[in-house]
């Protein structure tokens, strides 16, 4: 609160701040940083009202699963709250490499780095490996981090259209240079919930001299064997360079990890900013990944639950005609088209007591202003039902 007595001098900056058009456009109709009273695996409490969490990213349900609270707790106890520091400098701890031993060994992978946030991870694929000179062929729909990492890397971008590996193929025929290249894409499309088709992609550039990075967040425990990701899910796991992502959806927690040869891992932590400057994950962060990690393989169930609903879910939709886009994860958008309905939309799934996230352009391409749900394997059957009745209230409501 600012004081009575204490008038900044106006600065174009301060004047940015308070003028801006989104800032207030947001703060008006209010769709976002909703803080929950309470919550119990997809159950949240929010204005005093139980309601459906239908947009976290916990797919497996694992984040209260007991033997994950457990780990973390035990962590805690052990360690403490934070290894307050870098992993370079005095931040390193046994449990930072237990999880990424158990995590390379998991991806098929020779080794991995786990940072505090699964946007630092995957950043970080790509600024600390491509350099000024280097040309990034890239999915136009990819992540944000993505495109910060990007942007600090300073190589020429060429982009290709959303999971088109005929227009990669054009796009690198047109970039003939002899310079290094570069491909970056994500494995399941947060926003569209597409499945990259990875063989597709690496025969566009084959025989260039080309590296790859595969943003694999959404892919961990959802495809492959035992929820190895996208890459196992193909097959192609030996014929990527990097898969990162994020440790803060399948596996419960937050954080995130980049996965390689031991060569790129060690030349990240040599020269990656994000890697050198930036304190290590907490105790229980990393203690709850682990455990989730092992959960994942050891309890089949709860990714079978996860297609089961993710099929279910995906007819709720399909008889209500609503535009998923084609989705074929349990990361599944409910296309709108338009900024209002789109929030017509999602005020009405509100008032039904489903939570969702209202995703308008320029997060999504323009006329795709949509509404992101995604499924966990801990939705009830009452609760698709429940989901179900809201949907089609807003339908009627919105639409
Ligand atoms: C594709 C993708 N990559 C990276 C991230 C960043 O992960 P985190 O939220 O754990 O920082 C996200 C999160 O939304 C994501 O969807």
Redesign the pocket.
């Known amino acids: 609160m600012a004081l009575p007595f204490f008038s900044p001098k106006p600065t174009s900056i301060r004047e940015r701040c308070r003028d801006d058009a989104a800032t207030k456009l947001r703060l008006r109709y209010a769709p976002y940083y909703h803080a929950m009273e309470a919550q119990s695996g997809t159950t949240i409490r929010l204005q005093g009202r139980d309601m459906v969490m239908l947009a976290s990213n916990d797919y497996l349900g694992l984040s209260f699963h007991p033997k994950v609270i457990e780990a973390g707790r035990t962590a805690l106890h052990q360690w403490g709250t934070s290894p307050t520091g870098a992993r370079v400098s005095n931040g390193s701890r046994a449990y930072h490499h237990e999880l990424e031993e158990k995590l390379a060994a998991f991806l098929g992978k020779e080794a991995c780095h786990v940072h505090a946030?699964?946007?630092l991870s995957?950043l970080s694929s790509v600024a600390a490996f491509a350099q000024r000179g280097d040309t990034l062929f890239v999915d136009k729909n990819i992540?944000s981090?993505l495109w910060e990492g990007i942007r600090l890397s300073t190589a020429e971008v060429e982009r290709f259209a959303h999971n088109d590996p005929a227009d990669l193929r054009a796009v690198a025929a047109a970039s003939p240079g002899a310079n290094p290249k570069l491909l970056v894409v994500?494995g399941i499309y947060?926003m569209e919930g597409h499945i990259a088709p990875l063989p597709d992609f690496l025969a566009a550039v084959e025989g260039l001299d080309c590296f790859n990075v595969v943003?694999d967040?959404?892919g961990l425990g959802v495809l492959g064997r035992d929820g190895r990701g996208t890459a196992d899910h193909f097959g192609v796991t030996d014929r990527i360079d990097i898969i990162c992502?994020?440790?803060?959806k399948s596996l419960a927690s937050?954080g995130?990890f980049v996965a390689g040869s031991r060569a790129s891992i060690e030349f990240m932590r040599t020269h990656g900013k994000q890697t050198l400057f930036s304190a290590a994950i907490s105790p229980s962060q990393a203690a709850v990944a682990t455990t989730a990690l092992e959960v994942m393989q050891s309890e089949p169930e709860h990714r079978d639950r996860l297609w089961e609903n993710t099929r279910r879910y995906k007819a709720i939709l399909t008889s209500l005609g609503l535009d998923t886009w084609g989705s074929e994860t349990p990361a599944i958008p409910v296309v709108i088209g338009d900024k209002q309905r789109a929030y017509a939309f999602w005020q009405a799934l509100l008032e039904k007591g489903v939570f969702t996230v209202l995703s308008i352009a320029p997060a999504v391409p323009p006329g795709k202003d949509l509404i992101r749900t995604a499924i966990s394997a801990g939705h009830t059957d009452t609760q698709l039902d429940q989901i179900a009745d809201a949907m089609a209230y807003a339908k009627k409501k919105a639409l």
Request: proline share 0%; charged share 10%.
């Open positions: 946030a699964g946007y995957c992540h981090c994500e947060s943003d967040a959404h992502g994020s440790l803060s937050t995130g």
